[in-house]
């Protein structure tokens, strides 16, 4: 089994910066695709942006130069920083894993863009 635990969300002004983060724990697991989804209310989840277990990255038209998607293969980590923030960023984002094991959720965590 592979557990994800998420941190980082909060409220931001518009313009402002968070970073978000996801660790997973387990065992005799191998990550492929790190992502962050997000789910706005009354709107389906979406893809904000992935990134491969070689580094290759790929973002959502809508948070392309302001988003950024990084990980960390040693502690098994996959953040997202986020600037610029918009109020139509607000969302829960939810890290997703694809591994040897299958895939994975985190539990979410909330973004709100608001003044």
């Known amino acids: 089994q592979v557990q994800l635990v998420e941190s980082g969300g909060g409220l931001v002004q518009p313009g402002g910066s968070l970073r978000l983060s996801c660790a997973a724990s387990?065992?005799?697991?191998?990550?492929?695709?790190m992502a962050w989804y997000r789910q706005a209310p009354e709107k389906q989840r979406e893809l904000v942006a992935r990134?491969?277990?070689?580094?290759?990255?790929a973002y959502a038209d809508s948070v392309k130069g302001r988003f950024t998607i990084s990980r960390d293969n040693a502690k098994d980590a996959v953040f997202l920083q986020m600037n610029s923030l918009k109020v139509e960023d607000t969302a829960v984002y939810y890290c997703?894993?694809?591994?040897?094991?299958?895939?994975?959720w985190g539990q979410g965590t909330q973004v709100t863009v608001s003044s």
């Open positions: 990134i491969t277990h070689i580094g290759s990255t």
């Open positions: 997703n894993l694809d591994t040897s094991r299958g895939m994975y």
């Open positions: 387990g065992s005799d697991f191998t990550i492929f695709v």
